[in-house]
T-cell receptor, first 113, second 108 residues
Framework: NAGVTQTPKFQVLKTGQSMTLQCAQD?????MYWYRQDPGMGLRLIYY???????DKGEVPNGYNVSRLNKREFSLRLESAAPSQTSVYFC????????????FGSGTRLTVV | RKEVEQDPGPFNVPEGATVAFNCTYS??????FFWYRQDCRKEPKLLMS???SGNEDGRFTAQLNRASQYISLLIRDSKLSDSATYLC?????????FGKGTRLSVIA
């Protein structure tokens, strides 16, 4: 059982380039989330999707877009990468409402130079 | 006041010690509570949920005080493998709010 799968695991981008981070879950969860984690800042929510067909902004949405492609997949897009977006990105999923906690993917380490 | 506050540590304790972490939350309407563990350069993983009556899982005990808006995690007989960052997590609806974590180092 794979759980939550994120690709790629590592990526280096030049300023201004675009890329899409992929996330897929096989637990039939309704809700999915994208977080970024920076030293001293903890996990900060970028966007989330409470259910298929819906997306909402989190704490730090600027510079990002998301797509809930279907129940399994939730992608995060950086249209024009900036050095401030250098971070570790985690995707997570949960049952509706998150009352049972989240399951995280193993993360994507992104460096923007 | 931040939504979830934790002492960042680090807590450096010898093997076999008992260590306690505390966490406060600001929203009295919060409904569910968790402790997560995060190893260096890894994803957070659910350690245990926290129930109003308190709950125990082996060497780990979690307590919730709704009146004081306070959550605690007690680790008894610390092992080297307990070295990690422990995240306090609170949910008032969706999504979860994560504390910044408390770093624990267990020393031989």
């Amino acid at each position: 059982n794979a759980g939550v799968t994120q690709t790629p695991k590592f990526q280096v981008l030049k300023t201004g380039q675009s890329m899409t981070l992929q996330c897929a879950q096989d637990m039939n969860h309704n809700s999915m989330y994208w977080y970024r984690q920076d030293p001293g800042m903890g996990l900060r929510l970028i966007y989330y999707s409470a259910s298929e067909g819906t997306t909402d902004k989190g704490e730090v949405p600027n510079g990002y877009n998301v797509s809930r492609l279907n129940k399994r997949e939730f992608s995060l897009r950086l249209e024009s990468a900036a050095p401030s977006q250098t971070s570790v990105y985690f995707c997570a999923s949960s049952e509706a409402g998150g009352l049972g906690g989240y399951t995280f993917g193993s993360g994507t380490r992104l460096t923007v130079v | 006041r931040k939504e979830v506050e934790q002492d960042p540590g680090p807590f450096n304790v010898p093997e076999g010690a008992t260590v306690a972490f505390n966490c406060t939350y600001s929203n009295s309407a919060s409904q569910s509570f968790f402790w997560y563990r995060q190893d260096c350069r890894k994803e957070p993983k659910l350690l245990m949920s926290v129930y109003s009556s308190g709950n125990e899982d082996g060497r780990f005990t979690a307590q919730l005080n709704r009146a004081s808006q306070y959550i605690s995690l007690l680790i008894r007989d610390s092992k080297l493998s307990d070295s990690a960052t422990y995240l306090c997590v609170v949910n008032k609806r969706t999504p979860l709010v994560f504390g910044k974590g408390t770093r624990l180092s267990v020393i031989a």
